[in-house]
């Protein structure tokens, strides 16, 4: 199957769009018809186990290695017809930033720089500036942490001034405190306009920092969408601290609602299906108060992404 290169197939209203994607290593299949649509202006996290086919398909995306069937484009533009065009206004860290440690930060990112338009030279001092690096751009890169080194490839993908920047596991070898800055870098370039395509497999970072996700194993696309409309279609838990947990358990079983109900310390334990209105949890509250029952606490939560990850997806670990 050869690769679709035809414009009409494509809409400018995504920032990345991708129609059947296929790549093949041999008999293996790391990118498995791979539809997927990244909105302008939003941050998408790409989600999934290690060897899902993540860095794969941000490799097929960036012409580093060829795609066996499908269509794709980047900020509108037809790859690989239009790959120059399209990478012109993209940022991209592949794997981890990799940089020649006997130069310095600025030095590096002069390097990088040459190579790009007249304007990249001038982006230099605000893009160190814009990760937090000024005070360390005349240091060796030798001498940065795992953090820095991260910021520093940040700093390069902004040289290029990018409306889409492609970010490979950016949170890797981070400490909170280095997670917590690269997030918040991520939601202003959001805030500016560009597209920030995450690939991660940290779950609670990704539903952090993003908007809507792709959930990929196997090199499928499973589901995606925003996080709050996949997350709505949970089960809605909801947890009752009261003063006689037995009566309240005998009062709700006496009601119409639809809920599997059990008894632990302290009080109840309710699962409701999923896209269960939430006024069924002031309905609760009024069954026990009227029925002579103490309610002490109501605390309803809905699922995290990392628990409904973790059930629509058939496997974690194995080598990328």
């Known amino acids: 199957m050869s690769v679709t290169t035809s414009d009409e197939a494509l809409s400018d209203s995504y920032a990345l769009e991708t129609h059947g994607l296929i790549k093949r290593f041999g008999a293996s299949t790391a990118v498995d018809g791979v539809d997927l649509r990244v909105p302008r202006g939003s941050a998408f996290g790409y989600l999934g186990p290690n060897g899902a086919g993540k860095t794969t398909l941000i490799r097929v995306l960036l012409g580093l290695t060829r795609a066996d069937g499908g269509s794709m484009s980047l900020l509108g533009y037809s790859v690989p017809r239009h790959r120059d065009q399209a990478l012109v206004r993209v940022g991209a860290i592949v794997d981890e930033p ?62 290029g001034d990018p409306q889409l920047l492609i970010l490979d596991e950016p ?17 202003s370039f959001v805030a500016e306009g560009r597209t920030v395509v995450l690939s991660s497999h940290l779950l609670d970072e990704i539903e952090r920092t993003c908007d809507a996700v792709a959930i ?79 309610v002490y606490r109501l605390q309803a939560d809905q699922a995290s992404l990392e628990s409904w990850f973790l059930e629509v997806t058939s496997r974690l670990g194995g080598p990328e």
């Open 98 to 159: 990799r940089f020649s440690g006997h130069l310095t930060g600025r030095q590096n990112l002069q390097i990088l720089a040459a190579a790009r338009e007249p304007e990249a030279p001038g982006r230099i001092d605000a893009s160190l500036e814009r990760v937090g690096l000024s005070h360390r751009a005349n240091d060796r890169v030798s001498k940065y942490s795992m953090g820095m080194r991260q910021r520093l490839g940040v700093a390069s993908c902004l040289l």
């Open 171 to 187: 949170m890797n070898g981070l400490d909170p405190a280095g997670m917590q800055d690269m997030r918040a870098m991520i939601r």
């Open 216 to 294: 990929v194993d196997h090199g499928k696309v499973i589901r995606q969408g925003p996080i709050a409309e996949l997350l709505a279609g949970t089960p809605l838990e909801l947890q009752v601290e009261c003063s006689t947990p037995p009566h309240a358990l005998a009062l709700l079983k006496e009601t119409n609602l639809d809920a599997a109900i059990s008894v632990n310390d302290g009080g109840l334990t309710l699962v409701f299906a999923a896209n269960t209105n939430r006024e069924v949890i002031a309905e609760v509250n009024r069954v026990l108060v009227e029925g002579g029952v103490s």
